[in-house]
């Protein structure tokens, strides 16, 4: 049994460090742009959206489908980045552990 106590240990280890790598990308910010920057989206390692930048300069009346494909375009960018941080904080948790393609960690 000495052998299950030491897998139940490192399991509660490794849930602790993904409880706090979930902390700690809730606090991370990535910046997702489109239209040479002219329009930004920040947001957290979580994948949350927290803020959205327009430059005036790209506000026209008379094409709003433009400025719509801009704001699509830097959400996912950002949203991109917001994975690619996570899937980089979650290989550090796990310490060099492959995770099966597709894995999802909760509330990330």
Do not use: H
Not at 8 to 35: F, H, I, S, Y
Not at 57 to 75: R, T, Y
Not at 90 to 100: C, H, S, T, Y
């Amino acid at each position: 049994m000495k052998g299950l106590d030491e897998i139940l240990r490192q399991a509660q280890q490794m849930q602790g460090k993904v409880m706090e790598m979930q902390e700690e990308l809730g606090k991370r910010l990535v910046v997702g742009t489109a239209g040479g920057g002219m329009v930004k989206v920040t947001a957290t390692g979580r994948q949350e959206v927290t803020a959205v930048e327009i430059d005036k300069a790209c506000v026209d009346s008379e094409d709003v489908d433009m400025l719509q494909d801009l704001v699509l375009a830097a959400i996912n960018d950002a949203l991109r980045q917001s994975r690619g941080l996570a899937e980089q904080e979650m290989a550090a948790a796990a310490g060099g552990f492959k995770l099966p393609d597709g894995f999802k960690l909760p509330g990330v």
